[in-house]
């Protein structure tokens, strides 16, 4: 059992440090918008913030088609790249909030470089 626990606290180690090494290196660009992703086990979540701090907007997967979670995802950042480009905001700092680059988190980045937000 303790090995377990050893296991989860080391996972929760390495993704606490992942994601205090990538908010440091976004935050240092000084970006005017940042993207900020989260993610579960069902879905993928993310909002736009300024640099007082203040969500312009988010969006969330949930009623996004598709047959499978990375679609889903896609399509997500496809729309929400809808709502940017309504926004007039076309540059963005994505915060990957310490998960890898790849799966889910990557489809919603290309979905929103697919319709022009540069990333």
């Known amino acids: 059992m303790s ?3 050893n296991k989860l606290q080391e996972k929760q ?3 606490l440090r992942r994601k205090t090494r990538v908010n440091t290196q976004v935050k240092l660009v000084n970006p005017e918008f940042r993207v900020v992703v989260s993610r579960s086990l069902l879905y993928v979540k993310a909002e736009v ?3 007082q701090g203040n969500t312009v907007a988010s969006i969330t997967d949930k009623g996004q088609a598709g047959a499978t979670k990375t679609e889903r995802a896609e399509n997500a950042g496809v729309a929400f790249a809808e709502v940017l480009k309504g926004k007039k905001i076309q540059k963005v700092a994505f915060d990957r909030n310490g998960y890898l680059y790849h799966g889910r ?3 919603f980045a290309d979905g929103l470089r697919k319709w022009g937000i540069q990333l």
């Open 105 to 107: 988190i990557k489809a």
């Open 13 to 15: 180690r390495k993704y």
């Open 49 to 51: 913030i300024d640099l």
């Open 3 to 5: 090995y377990l626990k």
